[in-house]
C-alpha cells in the first residue's frame, strides 16, 4: 500500500525559506516521479516541482529560482526547499506520485507566508 505523509509546513514571514518533506512507504521514491502540487480555494490545483525516476527534475514557471526539489533515497524522502517566499506562495502544499497505474496523494501540509 502506498502511502505518502507530508510535514514540514507552517507560518513564516516574507522572504524566509521552509523544507516540505514527503515521507514514502510502499515504493522506492527513486522508482518513480514524483510531484509537488499546490492549491488554495478558489483556485486551480497548480503543479510546483517534480522529480523524475533519473533524477531530472522541473518546475513550474512561478517557482524556478526560488524552489528545489529533491529526494534522499536512503529515507526514502522528497523535499521541496523553498526560499524568498511570497505570500502567494500561501497554499496548501501535496506530494504525488503515478506508480503502476495509481495516483497517490498525501493529505497535505499548509505553508503561509506573511507579508
Known amino acids: 500500500q502506498v502511502q505518502l505523509v507530508e510535514s514540514g509546513g507552517g507560518l513564516v514571514q516574507a522572504g524566509g525559506s521552509l523544507r516540505l518533506s514527503c515521507a514514502a512507504s510502499g515504493i522506492i521514491v527513486s522508482g518513480g516521479a514524483f510531484s509537488w502540487f499546490r492549491q488554495t480555494p478558489g483556485k486551480q490545483r497548480e503543479r510546483v516541482a517534480t522529480?523524475?525516476?533519473?533524477?531530472?527534475?522541473n518546475y513550474g514557471d512561478s517557482v524556478k529560482g526560488r524552489f528545489t526539489i529533491s529526494r534522499d533515497n536512503a529515507k526514502n524522502t522528497v523535499y521541496l526547499q523553498m526560499a524568498s517566499l511570497k505570500p502567494e506562495d500561501t497554499a496548501t502544499y501535496s506530494c504525488?506520485?503515478?506508480?503502476?497505474?495509481?495516483?497517490?496523494w498525501g493529505q497535505g501540509t499548509q505553508v503561509t507566508v506573511s507579508s
Open positions: 522529480i523524475w525516476s533519473t533524477g531530472v527534475t
Open positions: 504525488n506520485t503515478l506508480y503502476l497505474g495509481g495516483n497517490y
